[in-house]
Nanobody, 122 residues
């Protein structure tokens, strides 16, 4: 199983980015999907999670109303639409997958992408 994250970059505050996470060697619909982020010197924090069909979705309070997690079952890709970005959103963003749970805890996820850096300038 491989997860390949991409789509990070440098953006001004108030701007938007849409990182994606392409999955291979798995059946997309048997997994739950999540995004986490880790800022320099800080722990990895939960951002958003979804079941494969989008029926159950969780967001961290810090991103609720600004970020949207979604998946494309046909392409095996998970997206994180990020709007109204703030400097405090600056972090490496990681996608993750689990076959067993839909959770906010990083330890519940088995598979991880390599991360994509998002930098928001003020």
């Amino acid at each position: 199983v491989q997860l390949q994250a991409s789509g990070g970059g440098l953006v001004q505050a108030g701007g938007s980015l849409k990182p994606s996470c392409a999955a291979s060697a798995l059946t997309f619909s048997t997994y739950t999907w999540a995004w986490f982020r880790q800022a320099p010197g800080k722990e990895r924090d939960f951002v958003a999670a979804t079941d494969w069909i989008g029926n159950i979705i969780y967001y961290a309070d810090a991103v609720k109303g600004r970020f949207t997690i979604s998946g494309d079952n046909a392409k095996n890709i998970v997206y994180l639409q990020m709007n109204s970005l703030k400097p405090e959103d600056t972090a490496v963003y990681y996608c993750a997958a689990s076959r067993t749970v839909l959770a906010r805890a990083a330890g519940q996820y088995t598979y991880w992408g390599q991360g994509t850096l998002v930098t928001v300038s003020s």
